[in-house]
């Protein structure tokens, strides 16, 4: 199925001018037939019958305004697309086709603010009924943004995180978005679950040895933390691929929300602490030794103090414990001779 733009339908102001004419001119030629007799019962016999059924013509009047498209189908078959803004006149007899009209997703264009659902219940209150303005069959081909729900995922090493994502994307074939699939909002959707689960099983929350995200062969460093960017643009790539028979386009997919799950975030948490603190302990340690060789060194080439062994030693062990030391040291001076 090919899409099938008419341009040459944009004459809807004139038709409906013409058409309020000939309703005007009807209204008079009643009356004016009528007395005429002759060859005027037969005009108001047709300006009769043009102001019982001519009202059907108006139906083919159409409004589209900027990024909006109507798809058409004339007794089954379809016939055309309305993609630009204008005044349009068609068959009247055809009808517009939106499977995905009533299906209301968490994004944008499809969140009102609560509005319409606080007019309704307004209205239940007053009146008892409960009426519901009927959907437009109007194809917003906008970008849009689709906040899809958290997951819980298991990551390459099996341990479950949330993660989720928002995926811009807009209608580009509307032919295809209504006629090969059911309802392209909701494949959509289901598309970005599958896909997300896809990618997010081939990468660890953080980096982890011996671990290959690429399919290389090769262990690298990516991660679902680390490689946000590459791992996003893999899921745009996965849905696009997914939905392009849909006349989808995926413009962007971005992680917006990345975690441990809730039973295992506090065990991974002190792990991460416990990494943290060992990486800042060696560093300590690392400055610690370099000033303890930097000091050996000064007292060396000035020749300020000479030690032997025993008591380098006990001046490098002093010195690490007081550099190393989680507190502050509380020096004991010696004032009798040094040996």
Do not use: H
Not at 141 to 154: A, E, F, H, S
Not at 245 to 268: K, N, Q, S
Not at 298 to 310: A, K, P
Request: glycine share 8%; hydrophobic share 45%; net charge neutral.
């Amino acid at each position: 199925m090919s899409e099938k733009v008419l341009n040459n339908k944009k004459n809807g102001m004139a038709v409906m001018i013409i058409l309020i004419l000939l309703y005007l001119v009807a209204i008079v030629g009643v009356p004016f037939g009528a007395v005429s007799g002759g060859f005027g019962v037969l005009i108001t016999v047709l300006c009769i019958l043009w102001l019982c059924v001519g009202w059907i013509l108006f139906l083919g009047l159409k409004v589209l305004k900027p990024q909006e498209a109507l798809v058409l189908t004339l007794f089954g078959n379809y016939i055309g697309t309305l993609k630009e803004a204008g005044f349009y006149f068609v068959n009247p007899f055809a009808s517009a086709v939106n499977p995905a009209a009533k299906t209301k997703l968490n994004q944008s264009g499809d969140v009102d603010g609560g509005t319409q659902t606080k007019s309704i219940l307004i209205s239940a209150a007053t009146s008892g009924a409960v009426t519901a303005a009927p959907a437009s069959k109007k194809i917003s081909l906008k970008v849009m943004t689709l906040n899809n729900n958290r997951q819980k995922i298991n990551d390459c090493l099996g341990n479950p995180v949330e993660i989720g994502i928002a995926v811009m994307w807009r209608v580009t074939d509307t032919a295809k978005a209504v006629f090969n699939v059911d309802n392209y909002k909701e494949y959509l959707s289901l598309q970005c679950d599958s896909a997300l689960r896809n990618i997010v099983r081939i990468y660890p929350y953080d980096v982890a040895p011996n671990v290959d995200t690429t399919g290389d062969g090769i262990a690298d460093e990516g991660s679902l933390r680390g490689s946000s960017d590459v791992v996003a643009n893999r899921i745009r790539e996965e849905i696009q691929s997914k939905v392009a028979d849909a006349g989808l386009e995926i413009i962007e997919a971005r992680i917006t929300y990345l975690a441990y799950a809730p039973e295992i975030a506090a065990v991974m948490l002190q792990r991460q602490q416990a990494s943290a603190i060992i990486d800042a302990r060696k560093m300590i340690v690392d400055g610690a030794v370099g000033m303890v060789e930097m000091a050996l060194d000064r007292l060396n080439e000035n020749q300020v103090v000479t030690l032997d062994e025993e008591r380098k030693a006990a001046m490098v062990s002093n010195l690490l414990v007081v550099l190393c030391g989680n507190r502050d040291a509380q020096p004991i001076v010696n004032s009798g001779s040094l040996y």
